[in-house]
């Protein structure tokens, strides 16, 4: 799978198509993308546009696909779950064969009865849990192996009691629910989840709900929040003086994110996330996959991060189904041309579909990480599973 990932790649400049002939007039291949550039999850939205329109440059200044040049034709549901409905039926009516997007748990999984007979979606949050050889498929490590690992790691570091500070809405609910069946494992007999507050994401303060949490003594805490409710989360943390182990959910680890949360930082943050999030990752050691994702990001001006990441690797696996089928290509063969993939090489890991996941990746491609805040880094504090031997 490497040989088809190297025909889109181009090692002199971002991503080769498999042949074709710069400055083609011909049509561009438009890829449907809904994204959340303005309201609550921004500064997801626009990293992943950032993301996919260095890529488009990329692939189109190495001659496009088969000669033709591709677009994401971007729009913004201002993370909002009915915008995205609407325009996705949109979209729908216009018999699109492709979506790419949204990026939110809340408005993937209000689209989500709309696809039951495609068009292809592949919703760019990990929290959606699509079904089986659905039209639907989901970014990054599945949220119920993202809390298998960190309770794998905090049990092997020997805290057993921990507690939550978690949202209502989608996001929060996904996780209330995936901890609780980490917590299920028989390995797990001896790990006590001691508290669990919820807050709205429209709440000024969680000072309330903090102190409580620490009157029940936990070990570390997860915090589990998007966006401004995770500024909300951590200002508490430091108004409270709170310094326990603070694991935040991997959704903030986002250049622009962390630059607004800098201020509340704590001194022991740690998230989780594939390996290219790492400092480490980026080095003359590694493989031509993950060299040209550098690469291609810095001649772009787009920093580097978890969600840049997340995206970069299903846009390559949706242009890899339109080089092999052709821009003609159906809602149906699109979606069994994903199914079909073994061992895809991205820079989140090797993709494999053929799991019946609806997504590729596992907590083998997951790790935990520490923030270094002297040089703005993630560095490892597990090796992938969470797994500290």
């Not at 488009?56 to 677009?71: A, L, T, V």
């Not at 049990?155 to 929060?172: C, P, Q, W, Y």
């Not at 550098?294 to 080089?323: C, E, M, N, Q």
Request: charged share 15%; aromatic share 6%.
């Amino acid at each position: 799978m490497i040989s088809r990932i190297a025909r889109l790649v181009c090692a002199a400049a971002v991503l080769l198509a498999s042949t074709g002939h710069p400055g083609s007039a011909a049509e561009p291949l438009t890829i449907n993308t809904v994204l959340s550039l303005t309201g609550q999850a921004a500064f997801i939205g626009t990293t992943y546009q950032k993301t996919l329109l260095a890529l488009e440059n990329g692939i189109n200044k190495g001659g496009g696909i088969k000669g033709q040049p591709i677009h994401f034709a971007i729009q913004d549901d201002q993370s909002n779950a009915a915008v995205a409905v609407q325009l996705v039926s949109g979209l729908i009516a216009q018999h699109v064969s492709a979506i790419f997007g949204p990026n939110l748990a809340a408005t993937c999984r209000a689209v989500a009865p709309l696809l039951n007979n495609g068009p292809m979606e592949y919703c760019l949050s990990p929290s959606l849990h699509a079904p089986k050889g659905s039209y639907m498929f989901s970014v990054g490590v599945d949220t119920r192996d993202q809390c298998a690992v960190i309770v794998r790691y905090l049990r092997e570091k020997g805290l057993h009691n921990f507690a939550m500070i978690v949202t209502t809405d989608a996001s929060g609910q996904d996780a209330d629910n995936g901890f609780a069946e980490a917590l299920k494992a028989p390995e797990n007999r001896d790990m006590r989840l001691i508290d669990v507050e919820h807050f709205n994401v429209t709440d000024p303060s969680v000072s309330a709900q903090l102190v409580k949490i620490m009157a029940a003594k936990p070990q570390a805490l997860i915090t589990w929040a998007t966006g401004t409710p995770m500024g909300t989360t951590l200002r508490g943390v430091q108004e409270n003086a709170i310094g326990i182990p603070i694991i935040m959910n991997n959704a903030n680890a986002v250049a622009p994110q962390m630059k607004t949360l800098a201020t509340v930082i704590p001194p022991q943050l740690y998230s989780y996330g594939p390996e290219y999030m790492l400092a480490s990752a980026n080095s003359p050691r590694a493989d031509p996959v993950d060299r040209t994702y550098f690469s291609s990001l810095k001649a772009a001006g787009v920093d580097s991060d978890y969600i840049s990441g997340l995206v970069w690797d299903p846009a390559l696996i949706v242009l890899d189904a339109y080089r092999a089928i052709g821009p003609a290509a159906t809602a149906e063969q699109i979606r069994d041309h994903i199914l079909a993939l073994h061992n895809f090489r991205g820079v989140a890991g090797p993709f494999d579909f053929t799991d019946g996941s609806q997504r590729g990746l596992g907590q083998d491609d997951m790790m935990m990480m520490r923030w270094d805040p002297a040089k703005n880094v993630w560095i490892a504090a597990s090796k992938p599973r969470g797994t500290l031997r």
